[in-house]
């Protein structure tokens, strides 16, 4: 699991409204929002490498 259960439910949150206000993230961009939320963390938690290769 790439995020903590914490940080899954403030994407989730985030995309919701956003999606809410009428303006939806597309999928292809939602790793990404994953990567910076996950490099906002202490660090001694930080994730070693992005989710996904380009």
């Not at 994407?11 to 303006?23: D, H």
């Not at 790793?31 to 490498?49: D, E, Q, V, Y």
Request: proline fraction near 9%; charge should be positive.
């Amino acid at each position: 699991q790439y995020l903590t259960p914490k940080e899954e439910k403030a994407l989730t949150n985030f995309l919701l409204l956003i999606s809410y206000l009428g303006r939806p993230v597309r999928v292809k961009y939602i790793p990404s929002l994953a990567f910076s939320l996950a490099g906002r963390r202490s660090t001694t938690n930080k994730p070693l490498k992005p989710l996904y290769e380009n």
